[in-house]
């Protein structure tokens, strides 16, 4: 089992409609990301956090709007999305950031479909 | 800039052959990090192995070997007698000392036949 859990699994939302994505993970990691993976493509990185503030936006239009309430949680807002933002999002997480980290610890990832 | 090369986009063997992904990176840094990732069809990555730039030993783990080469900026993974349970898209990844991002190949789909 994973223990980064992300929720819901899927979502189909309309592009008037706003939506969030969940995270949480309780293994005391300090950083959490989003990432956007199309099929048969790798995961782009969207945004980190560290230590509860964002440090890196990878230019992602302000329709995706992250947020980090605690160390534990990560929610990224959905709203006027378009139909090619369905794609899988994934979650992750590591003790901290930085390319000395070791592992990002990766949910199952949410699947979501705008029409 | 950093790039990560994954020339093989998919791969077809028979069950207990070896096979080998391969990866090429290229950056500017002389610190830096690499990684392979695994993704079955349930979609979560899973980490495979971390090695970083002034570490070329080769790593075995069980039927998973690693071979990193600096000189050719390589980093290639191995898997001795493939099983089934193999089948999934591996990733190469590639980190810089100077920030936080975890930048990945485009994968590798690895099937294994039965």
């Known amino acids: 089992d994973t223990e980064v859990t992300q929720t819901p699994k899927h979502l189909v939302m309309g592009m008037t409609n706003k939506k969030s994505l969940k995270c949480e993970q309780h293994?005391?990691?300090?950083?959490m990301y989003w990432y956007k993976q199309k099929a048969k493509k790798p995961p782009e990185l969207m945004f980190v956090?560290?230590?509860?503030?964002?440090?890196i936006n990878e230019s992602v239009p302000s329709r995706f709007s992250p947020e980090c309430p605690n160390s534990s949680l990560l929610n990224l807002h959905l709203h006027a999305l378009q139909p090619e933002d369905s794609a899988l999002y994934l979650c992750?997480?590591?003790?901290?950031?930085?390319?000395?980290?070791?592992?990002?610890?990766f949910g199952e990832g949410s699947r979501l479909t705008v029409l | 800039a950093q790039k990560v090369t994954q020339a093989q986009t998919e791969i077809s063997v028979v069950e207990k052959e070896d096979v080998t992904l391969d990866c090429v990176y290229e950056t500017r840094d002389t610190t830096y990090y690499l990684f392979w990732y695994k993704q079955p069809p349930s979609g979560e990555l899973v980490f495979l192995i971390r090695r970083n730039s002034f570490d070329e030993q080769n790593e075995i783990s069980g039927r998973y070997s690693w071979n990193f080469q600096k000189s050719t900026s390589s980093f290639n993974f191995t898997i001795t007698a493939s099983q089934v349970v193999d089948s999934a898209v591996y990733f190469c990844?590639?980190?810089?000392?100077?920030?936080?991002?975890?930048?990945f190949g485009k994968g590798t789909r690895l099937h294994i036949l039965p």
């Open positions: 992750a997480s590591s003790h901290y950031a930085g390319p000395n980290t070791g592992e990002l610890f």
């Open positions: 293994m005391g990691h300090r950083a």
């Open positions: 990844a590639l980190s810089e000392n100077r920030d936080d991002k975890i930048i």
């Open positions: 956090y560290s230590y509860e503030k964002l440090s």
